[in-house]
């Protein structure tokens, strides 16, 4: 799984996207309001972790999710 941070501009917020092995999109949300249904992607039990990462990702750059 890949995740890539998107600045957003004036009234629009920053997001996170989530994608797969294939680079197919398979979450989107707002960097700062928390993912819901993290069992959906795997992600169960870390969401500590990934806002860790989350925060420390720079913008526009892709990046393999290992946590």
């Known amino acids: 799984m890949y995740i ?3 600045k ?3 009234k629009i917020p920053n997001y996170i996207q989530l994608r797969d092995e294939d ?3 398979i979450a ?3 960097a700062d309001r928390p993912l819901t249904k993290l069992e959906k992607y795997g992600l169960e039990g870390k969401e500590e972790a990934l806002k860790g990462v989350i925060e ?3 913008f526009g750059k892709i990046q393999k ?3």
């Open 8 to 10: 957003g501009k004036a």
């Open 28 to 30: 989107y949300f707002r």
């Open 56 to 58: 420390q990702l720079p």
């Open 23 to 25: 680079f197919v999109l």
């Open 4 to 6: 890539i941070k998107v």
């Open 65 to 67: 999710l290992e946590i």
